[in-house]
Every structure is written in C-alpha cells, then in structure tokens.
C-alpha cells in the first residue's frame, strides 16, 4: 500500500508557530494528562539536559504504543515544542485521517522502516533547519520486551550532520501496554522514563560503532532503572525468549514422538528391544531367539519349491541316514522309523531291552575308524560299515558322529523323501562324504 505523504514537505513546516501552540494544547491537555493518568510515570534525568540544545536526536528502545507519548510528556517544553517524530510511513500515514492525526500530535513526519530515507530527503533538511528528532533505531516495537540491535542509519545521520544523540530508557513500558494487547492498560502500571547524557561519536568511528554503543548505552540505563525498582531488566526478557525457544522445541520435539522405528522380529542386532539384548551381546534374560529358518529340532519344509542350498542339505541328510534290514534296495528306506509303521517292518529289540553292554564293546570298538564305502547304486549298505551289523535295530546302530540324531529325525519327519523322487525332477549329483573313492 502507497504512503500518503503530508502535504508540506518543507522544514518551517514543522516550525510553525501556529502548528506550535496546537500541538502543545494537544500534548499537555490531551495526550500527557491520558497517558499520566493511565500510568504512574517517574522521569529520572532531568539534570542531563540543562545543557542541551537542538538540534539533536533522540534515540530510544522502542516496545510499546506508549513510547513517544511518554518521551514528548516527559522532556522540558523548550525541547519538546518542535521535537518531530519519525513515524513509520507505512503504518501511520497509510490512511490520510491517522497521518494527519499523528502529524498534530507528535510533528510526526513519514520514515522508512528500513533505514532514515524519505522521498525528498526530509529528516537531513529538518536537522539541517534545526529541528530536534525522536526516531527509534530498532525499527519496530518489540515482540518480547528485549531490545533489539539498532540500526546505523541514526548512527550514520548524527555522524554526517555532526549533532548529538541522546539516549532515553523507558523502563515498564512494554508491561504496561505490550504488542499483543490493543487496549491501553487500566491498573496503572509503573513506567520510569530515563534520560541520559547526550553522546556523540568519536574521531575515527564508523556508523556500525556509534549505533552499537548507543544501544549499550540505552541497556545500560534500562538496567540500572530496573534492578533500582525491582523491575524486570533487558537480560531478564533476553532469557525468558531462550527458554520459551527451547521449550517450543522440547513440546515440538515430543510431538513428534519417537524416531526410531520398531525393528522386525528375528532381525539379529535390532537395538535394545531386540533380540540381542540391552547391551547386543546376546540374547535378554527371559527372552528367546526368534529365528526364521529351521532348527535343528525341526526338518527344511518342502511344501513348495526348495532352494538348492535345502536340497543339498535334505540330500545329505539323506545320505547319512542308516539303512534298515529288508529295505527293497540300496539307498532306500523301509519305514522302520515312521511311528504309524507304514514304511515296514524290521527286527527290533523288544520293548524297553537295551543293548548288551559285552556286544556292544565288541561291536563299537573304540579305536575302529570310521569309514563309508560307495557303491554303484550310489550309497553302501549296512554290512559294509564296520562295527555295525545288520540286525542291530536303526537306534542302536553307529552313524556319523554328532548328526545321526539330526538324520533320524529328518527320515522320521519325512519318510517318503527317500521312497519318492523330488518334485523338480533334477538329478542330484553324487558327494563323496569321506575320502577318496575306492
């Protein structure tokens, strides 16, 4: 939206005596007995401007709507009567009534918020005419109470048109009337309006400089004032803004929940919740290893097509297996081991007899070597493996050392995978187990 401008854009404008003694009814009966009467107002430093004179600038923590009525309230008549005020261009002059409404009260002339420009260059024509200003350099009201960094553009006027700065704290302005409020307060708040030494900048300063120690020369007022009346102090707004951020964040962070997502079951190192325990090392106490293979309690399922890794291991199973008397040939099983005796029938030892601890040595000699002869049909029978006899039933006989059991089981979980050729139809190749072929 475009900025109406006054309508005189000459510096006696803001001179005038006529407009001068308006504007004093206004400020003294109307502005400073409402703003008085709202607040309880106590200015300090008074003493530090019986030197002053203008032209100079009045620099000043911006925080509250109350801010230039309490500065032109509290400032002596001989400085406050043709005292402009920089006045956002596109906030008090979008609309023709508020412009010419702040323009009687405060001598109010438009200024960017980004810097000290107006169109015709009016704020260096008004020093140059020697008109006091009162221009905020944060640029905006505060959000939080805490001061914000000023601009150099105040710095770089003063430095340029070689006038003082002087600087005024106003302490309790932004409890009294904060941003998020759009009335005015009602329980009269306490407000402390400070004015300090006039400072102006220093041989060899740049403008950067000059606005930095203005703003420290502001905080240090605010401080002082505050901490004196038991107030909240600049550093006090500046950490609630840091712990209201992290907090934001923490609820922000809660929200959100959890980023881990749950691991699959049986996936090996899957964090604390998994199977390798609290520390990864092994399985928790109370909690079993989920494993999504077989074990070895358990046969390969061969309902649907076998991987070539199952069918070595079912061959070699197979292989291993002892073969019972009577079977119908080499390499085939009879059925000795299938519970409901479908597959045969084989000479076993009566029911609860166990074997002869004479036979038995003589039979298993420790020292025998443990050996299995191949045939041409593919796999040695029973009579062929020393220390084993053909009459013996399959539980007493010797098989390889420590995966007889896993064999038995498998043949006794599947008994017709020796008797049936295998789905796919693919020939199995033949493995020599142990030793050359002789």
Same mark, same amino acid.
């Given at each position: 939206?475009?900025?109406?401008?006054?309508?005189?854009?000459?510096?006696?404008?803001?001179?005038?005596?006529?407009?001068?003694?308006?504007?004093?009814?206004?400020?003294?009966?109307?502005?400073?007995?409402?703003?008085?009467?709202?607040?309880? *107002?106590?200015?300090?430093?008074?003493?530090?401007?019986?030197?002053?004179?203008?032209?100079?600038?009045?620099?000043?923590?911006?925080?509250?709507?109350?801010?230039? +009525?309490?500065?032109?309230? &509290?400032?002596?008549?001989?400085?406050?009567?043709?005292?402009?005020?920089?006045?956002?261009?596109?906030?008090?002059?979008?609309? %023709?009534?508020?412009?010419?409404?702040?323009?009687?009260?405060?001598?109010?002339?438009?200024?960017?918020?980004?810097?000290?420009?107006?169109?015709?260059?009016?704020? #260096?024509?008004?020093?140059?005419?020697?008109?006091?200003?009162? *221009?905020?350099?944060?640029?905006?009201?505060?959000?939080?109470?805490?001061?914000?960094?000023?601009?150099?553009?105040?710095?770089?006027?003063?430095?340029?048109?070689?006038?003082?700065?002087?600087?005024? &704290?106003?302490?309790?302005?932004?409890?009294?009337?904060?941003?998020?409020?759009?009335?005015?307060?009602?329980?009269?708040?306490?407000?402390?309006?400070?004015?300090?030494?006039?400072?102006?900048?220093?041989?060899?300063?740049?403008?950067?400089?000059?606005?930095?120690?203005?703003?420290?020369?502001?905080?240090?007022?605010?401080?002082?004032?505050?901490?004196?009346?038991?107030? +909240?102090?600049?550093?006090?707004?500046?950490?609630?803004?840091?712990?209201?951020?992290?907090?934001?964040?923490?609820?922000?962070?809660?929200?959100?929940?959890?980023?881990?997502?749950?691991?699959?079951?049986?996936?090996?190192?899957?964090?604390?919740?998994?199977?390798?325990?609290?520390? #990864?090392?092994?399985?928790?106490?109370?909690?079993?290893?989920?494993?999504?293979?077989?074990?070895?309690?358990?046969?390969?399922?061969?309902?649907?097509?076998?991987?070539? %890794?199952?069918?070595? %291991?079912?061959?070699?199973?197979?292989?291993?297996?002892?073969?019972?008397?009577?079977?119908?040939?080499?390499?085939?099983?009879?059925?000795?081991?299938? +519970?409901?005796?479908?597959?045969?029938?084989?000479?076993?030892?009566?029911?609860?007899?166990?074997?002869?601890? &004479?036979?038995?040595?003589?039979?298993?000699?420790?020292?025998?070597?443990?050996?299995?002869?191949?045939?041409?049909?593919?796999?040695?029978?029973?009579?062929?493996?020393?220390?084993?006899?053909?009459?013996?039933?399959?539980?007493?006989?010797?098989?390889?050392?420590?995966?007889?059991?896993?064999?038995?089981?498998?043949?006794?979980?599947?008994?017709?995978?020796?008797?049936? +050729?295998?789905?796919?139809?693919?020939?199995?190749?033949?493995?020599?187990?142990?030793?050359?072929?002789?």
């Amino acid at each position: 939206m475009a900025s109406k401008l006054p309508a005189s854009q000459d510096p006696r404008h803001y001179r005038s005596r006529v407009r001068g003694g308006l504007r004093l009814v206004a400020q003294d009966v109307m502005l400073k007995s409402v703003i008085w009467g709202i607040c309880k *107002v106590q200015v300090h430093g008074l003493e530090r401007l019986d030197n002053v004179e203008p032209p100079f600038i009045v620099v000043s923590n911006h925080s509250s709507h109350l801010d230039a +009525p309490l500065i032109v309230g &509290a400032l002596p008549h001989r400085l406050s009567k043709n005292l402009a005020t920089g006045a956002a261009a596109d906030y008090f002059f979008d609309k %023709r009534v508020k412009g010419m409404a702040t323009s009687l009260f405060f001598n109010a002339y438009p200024i960017e918020r980004k810097g000290l420009r107006t169109r015709q260059g009016l704020t #260096g024509r008004l020093l140059d005419a020697g008109v006091p200003l009162l *221009v905020f350099p944060e640029g905006t009201r505060s959000r939080t109470g805490a001061m914000g960094p000023f601009k150099p553009g105040v710095a770089a006027l003063s430095i340029s048109r070689d006038v003082p700065c002087l600087p005024v &704290a106003l302490v309790g302005a932004y409890a009294a009337w904060p941003y998020y409020r759009s009335i005015p307060p009602t329980d009269r708040p306490q407000v402390h309006v400070v004015f300090g030494h006039p400072v102006t900048a220093v041989a060899g300063e740049i403008a950067h400089q000059f606005a930095q120690r203005l703003g420290r020369n502001v905080a240090e007022l605010y401080n002082t004032t505050a901490r004196a009346y038991g107030m +909240p102090t600049l550093d006090d707004y500046e950490r609630s803004v840091v712990l209201s951020r992290a907090k934001r964040s923490q609820d922000q962070a809660e929200l959100a929940g959890p980023s881990d997502a749950a691991s699959p079951t049986g996936a090996v190192g899957a964090g604390a919740d998994g199977p390798d325990g609290p520390d #990864g090392s092994g399985p928790a106490p109370g909690q079993s290893l989920d494993r999504t293979g077989p074990t070895p309690d358990q046969s390969p399922d061969r309902t649907g097509p076998a991987s070539g %890794r199952s069918r070595r %291991r079912a061959g070699r199973s197979r292989s291993r297996a002892v073969q019972p008397i009577g079977s119908g040939g080499a390499g085939q099983s009879d059925g000795s081991d299938d +519970p409901d005796g479908s597959g045969g029938t084989a000479a076993t030892a009566p029911l609860g007899a166990g074997p002869d601890p &004479a036979v038995e040595s003589d039979r298993l000699p420790p020292e025998a070597p443990f050996s299995e002869t191949r045939t041409g049909s593919g796999r040695g029978s029973a009579s062929q493996r020393p220390g084993v006899s053909e009459a013996d039933p399959p539980s007493q006989r010797r098989t390889r050392p420590g995966r007889g059991a896993e064999s038995e089981r498998s043949a006794e979980l599947k008994p017709e995978a020796d008797s049936q +050729p295998e789905a796919t139809g693919e020939r199995r190749p033949r493995r020599r187990l142990f030793g050359r072929r002789g």
